[in-house]
């Protein structure tokens, strides 16, 4: 896959009456979700827990396998990628509620992990994790050992981690869901700094109204079906990306 030809499909992720069921047969997860995401949206995906969205964002992003159905990816289906593995750590960022950091490597370490196996050297994969951490807001912070960041620092330090491999799509999982407000705010501020700027994709749950608001367009779910899907009016973001709060 061309990760420089974009033009074949508008659509960067779309499902077809895509289904997840649990192994015991008696809950769906998932059921029968038909959605189409454009190359650039900025998407929030919504629900009360246990409507299905972690489940969704997880088969969009081939961390899962579908029940039926399936996903379609820059316009090829996902069953018949021959390496998913591959192609995710290629294509795809991710950033979940937990930070997921090495504990005994410093943040600079910790953002050149997922390009271990890629073909930049020693030199360059530095001088990447150095332009990412600052991208972030961390580059006073590169040498610092996770227990030494705060939860939003650690938080951000795993953002830059997901951009390593410059992918086409960012997709965030409660990436606020244990960050105070102030540290919450700048996250937010963050992927609008990135959809904005870079015109990244990016597919986010959360259960911030306000922050969910802030996306271009809600999808909601309940009881593992779509319950709405809308634009939204979008807040000014403050340009340039603003300082983050420790």
């Known amino acids: ?3 420089h030809d974009r033009d074949r499909d508008p659509f960067l992720f779309r499902t077809e009456q895509l289904c997840k069921l649990y192994p015991d047969g008696q809950v769906h997860a998932v059921e029968d979700v038909n959605i189409s995401i454009r190359r650039g949206e900025y998407v929030a995906i919504m629900g009360p827990s246990g409507s ?3 489940t969704l964002l997880n088969l969009l992003g081939a961390l899962d396998r579908p029940t039926s159905g399936d996903v379609y990816f820059d316009g090829e289906p996902l069953s018949r990628v021959k390496n998913v593995d591959r192609m995710r750590s290629q294509t795809l960022g991710f950033v979940f509620q937990s930070f997921y950091l090495l504990p005994i490597l410093t943040a600079i370490e910790n953002v050149q ?4 196996e890629g073909p930049l050297s020693t030199s360059a994969r530095i001088a990447r994790a150095k332009e990412l951490l600052d991208l972030v807001g961390l580059s006073h912070r590169i040498n610092h050992m996770p227990q030494k960041l705060s939860v939003g620092e650690r938080q951000r330090v795993a953002i830059a981690r ?3 491999n410059e992918p086409i799509a960012l997709l965030a999982d409660e990436p606020t869901g244990n960050l105070d407000s102030v540290a919450a705010e700048g996250i937010f501020e963050l992927f609008a700094h990135l959809h904005r700027k870079q015109g990244m994709t990016i597919v986010l749950i959360t259960h911030d109204e306000e922050f969910g608001h802030r996306a271009q367009r809600t999808i909601r779910m309940q009881d593992g079906h779509i319950k709405s899907d809308m634009f939204t009016e ?3 973001i403050r340009t340039p990306l603003p300082p983050f709060a420790v």
């Open 52 to 54: 299905g969205k972690s």
């Open 113 to 116: 992990v997922p390009m271990f």
């Open 1 to 3: 896959m061309n990760r």
């Open 234 to 236: 979008r807040k000014k």
């Open 162 to 164: 997901s951009l390593a």
